[in-house]
């Protein structure tokens, strides 16, 4: 097989030069280009085989293998989910995403590649894992791929304490305080002993403008942990910003000691 390359208006067109024979044969090359785009199909010999094989590219039924993916969560609402499902498709212009349903602990939907018919449940699997790592939407607790018989399941964990605790500080980082204390809480609802869960969580409160319940947080911090300097200090200033300057010293002096 040859190929040869051209600029047309502007796009670079790919010529392909294949020997086929059979039907077989013209079905398994022209399925490995469907993905790629859009092709046009021309034959060169005796004008008997030309019509003959036009005719078996105009009658072959180009068949996509659709596989049920079960995503279990828990907590997702029905516009994250289908969203998080729509931007999966959009990565992977090769792939085919139908039939979406969303329900408070599960995403269901239908995937495949575009003109294959031998998908397999790891072949949908892999895309999937290789997209969570850039898009990690929310707290996934199994992820199945199945075709009749056949099933692929993968990435069967629980988030723990610590989990909780690194989302949080990664949405505080980028300003989504109120998204970062939700994920402190569930981080504490496992561990509430967790100290700097507690500071961390104060400090959310605290670039919200809720300084009474960010004290709070650090005076729970300080109970468990009173050798961490930052809840000392951090209660300070939310004491400053409420106009209670004598007890905000008081407090910056103890993180200094």
Same mark, same amino acid.
Not at 18 to 29: F, K, N, T
Not at 66 to 88: A, C, H, N, P, R
Not at 215 to 234: H, M, Y
């Given at each position: ?14 010529? +392909? ?13 022209? +399925? ?164 700097? +869960?507690?500071?961390?969580? %104060? ?39 409420? %106009? ?14």
């Amino acid at each position: 097989m040859g190929s040869t390359r051209e600029l047309v208006d502007g796009q670079i067109l790919q010529t +392909a030069v294949m020997e086929v024979r059979s039907r077989e044969q013209l079905i398994q090359e022209l +399925a490995k280009r469907i993905p790629s785009g859009r092709f046009t199909v021309v034959f060169e010999g005796t004008s008997e085989f030309r019509q003959i094989m036009q005719e078996l590219a105009q009658n072959t039924v180009w068949s996509t293998k659709m596989l049920t993916v079960t995503v279990s969560t828990t907590g997702i609402d029905i516009y994250g989910g289908q969203e998080w499902v729509e931007e999966l498709a959009k990565v992977y212009a090769d792939m085919i995403v139908e039939n979406v349903n969303v329900s408070e602990n599960k995403i269901s939907f239908k995937a495949g590649f575009s003109g294959m018919d031998d998908t397999k449940p790891s072949d949908i699997a892999t895309r999937i894992e290789e997209y969570l790592t850039t898009n990690e939407a929310f707290q996934l607790t199994n992820i199945s791929v199945r075709f009749g018989h056949q099933e692929y399941e993968f990435r069967q964990y629980r988030y723990n304490a610590v989990d909780w605790y690194d989302k949080g500080n990664a949405l505080a980082g980028i300003g989504k305080y109120q998204e970062a204390i939700e994920s402190y809480n569930k981080g504490l609802e496992i561990n509430p002993n967790y100290a700097f +869960a507690w500071t961390n969580k %104060g400090n959310a409160l605290y670039y919200l403008g809720k300084y009474q319940e960010a004290i709070q947080c650090f005076d729970k911090s300080i109970e468990l942990d009173p050798n961490l300097v930052e809840p000392w200090n951090n209660k300070g200033l939310s004491l400053d910003a409420l %106009g209670r300057h004598n007890e905000a010293i008081e407090y910056y002096n103890k993180a200094k000691d």
